[in-house]
């Protein structure tokens, strides 16, 4: 920006009857560089923003693509497990009736106890399955 010592200098310089329209020409032209000089700010800081952002948005969309092949894959494991759970309790119906047709508690058949842990796990997947399918869908809709 011009200081006004400097105007007044040139002013003085210039022929009396151009002063006034020459005073208003300098200042609207210091006008004019100070504004292309703030927008050329802006627009160098606007261009890196944006450039930022178009960064981070093919990486938010590589990981929603991940995120989204992940949720197939809990999903089809959900599956898997709750077939699995119905061929555990088949099972442990199968040991209680032979159980029971030989006098004894299921208890007393070995491994038995591990189709109750067996279940346990199966349904603590199937909840975690679902959180996991649940935030995939929700981490999708972003």
């Given at each position: 920006?011009?200081?006004?010592e400097?105007f007044n200098?040139?002013?003085e310089?210039?022929?009396?009857?151009k002063?006034?329209?020459?005073k208003?020409e300098?200042?609207?032209?210091?006008d004019?560089?100070?504004?292309?000089?703030?927008?050329?700010?802006?627009s160098?800081?606007?261009?890196?923003?944006?450039?930022?952002l178009?960064?981070l948005?093919?990486?938010?969309?590589g990981?929603?693509?991940?995120i989204?092949?992940?949720?197939?894959?809990?999903?089809?494991l959900?599956?898997?497990?709750?077939k699995?759970?119905?061929?555990?309790?088949?099972?442990?119906?199968?040991?209680?009736?032979?159980a029971?047709?030989l006098?004894?508690?299921?208890?007393?058949?070995?491994?038995?106890?591990?189709?109750?842990?067996?279940?346990?796990r199966?349904?603590?997947?199937?909840?975690?399955?679902?959180?996991?399918?649940?935030q995939?869908?929700e981490?999708?809709?972003?």
């Open positions: 920006m011009m200081t006004p400097k200098k040139i002013v310089k210039l022929p009396k009857g002063t006034e329209l020459t208003v300098l200042s609207i032209a210091s004019i560089r100070k504004k292309f000089s703030d927008v050329d700010k802006l160098i800081s606007a261009a890196k923003t944006n450039s930022d178009s960064k948005i093919k990486e938010a969309n990981l929603i693509k991940i989204k092949s992940r949720g197939k894959d809990a999903d089809k959900a599956k898997a497990l709750n699995e759970e119905f061929k555990v309790k088949e099972l442990q119906k199968k040991a209680k009736e032979a029971a047709d006098g004894v508690s299921p208890k007393d058949i070995k491994d038995y106890t591990l189709l109750d842990d067996t279940l346990f199966i349904k603590e997947s199937i909840n975690e399955s679902s959180l996991a399918i649940i995939s869908k981490a999708q809709r972003l």
